[in-house]
């Protein structure tokens, strides 16, 4: 997999002193740890798929409708399927808040410190059967498993520590999900080294907007542009507590961005409903390898947009893009 692009990094990096200059050990030594903890080991949880969580999060992104239930007056019935992407909300962090990082963040998979400041770099997700879709009230079973660890350094960052997970969802009618994610992990903030925060940038006043333009690729785009209050309800829905979503002094302040950041999960939903949308005729797809490129905040106005479509022997690859103002914040390849 392509290694995560840095450029966002670079000014957090020349802006905010880190830790970094006290670690006590290296990206290498951190990513050892972490592969000696998690050795020969997977993690199973179960969880009983229920429609509330659904239903929420179909309010969230704008959509009153799965299928032809109507999830503004109740909540999917049993046996409805979960679109691709959804289960993002399913099996979210356990845990106490003492047992979360010093951004909020789930420490679960996390490398050792001070290598502790996630961000959500990519991934592959695969759908090996549509007859083993997940469906409301399926009682499913996730394994998760560390793939790997890998010391990283760029000359804008630093050091920092690749991590990949695969997690494995299985429910009734068999193998349904394979979910594998990649995070890169820097050098944590020190917050008493925090600028004065920022003042507030000007973001578009209002609700979330959603909705679909004309593009010149011949297929409808859509447009988004996030409120602090639909990035809140993400966060709700995915137990996310980490800062940089929800917390502006925090995100402005002590990370060095201009404002709350779009979840990766939550650009991955959408370009997935996207796909289902425009291309796939409410059908699950095969496959989506996917890749964070830039970050994007509240406020933003952006595109989700078809930028090429390839016929090969496994089936159609569509290439879609998440893009502001010309420049690529995530790409995908669904096939």
Request: net charge positive; charged share 25%; with cysteine.
């Amino acid at each position: 997999m392509s290694r995560p692009s840095c450029r966002a990094s670079a000014q957090w990096a020349r802006k905010f002193s880190t830790s970094a200059r006290r670690q006590q050990g290296t990206a290498q030594d951190a990513a050892a740890r972490l592969l000696d903890s998690f050795a020969n080991k997977t993690v199973s949880r179960r969880q009983l798929i229920d429609g509330n969580q659904l239903q929420k999060l179909s309010l969230t992104l704008g959509r009153t409708s799965i299928g032809a239930h109507n999830v503004a007056e109740r909540a999917p019935p049993v046996g409805t399927p979960v679109p691709p992407g959804h289960h993002l909300v399913y099996f979210t962090p356990d845990g106490v808040e003492a047992d979360l990082g010093p951004d909020g963040s789930d420490r679960t998979y996390n490398a050792a410190a001070p290598f502790s400041r996630r961000m959500w770099a990519g991934g592959r997700m695969q759908w090996p059967s549509d007859g083993a879709s997940i469906r409301v009230g399926d009682e499913v079973e996730e394994r998760t498993t560390l793939l790997s660890a890998t010391a990283k350094k760029s000359r804008s960052a630093g050091e920092m520590v690749l991590v990949e997970v695969v997690k494995e969802l299985e429910g009734p009618r068999g193998v349904a999900i394979v979910d594998k994610r990649s995070w890169v992990f820097r050098p944590e903030v020190d917050p008493s080294n925090a600028a004065a925060p920022e003042p507030p940038r000007r973001t578009k006043q209002g609700p979330t907007l959603i909705e679909d333009v004309a593009s010149q690729s011949g297929f409808a785009a859509r447009s988004f542009c996030w409120s602090p209050v639909g990035l809140f309800r993400f966060s709700a829905l995915t137990f996310n507590g980490h800062k940089i979503h929800y917390n502006e002094g925090w995100t402005t302040a002590v990370e060095g961005h201009p404002g709350v950041v779009v979840h990766g999960p939550l650009n991955l939903i959408s370009i997935l409903d996207y796909w289902r949308d425009v291309h796939g005729n409410d059908q699950a797809p095969k496959e989506v390898v996917y890749r964070a490129m830039s970050p994007l905040y509240a406020g933003d106005q952006y595109q989700v947009l078809t930028a090429s479509l390839e016929e090969g022997r496994d089936g159609k690859k569509c290439h879609i893009l998440a893009e502001k103002d010309g420049v690529v914040c995530m790409k995908a390849e669904v096939l």
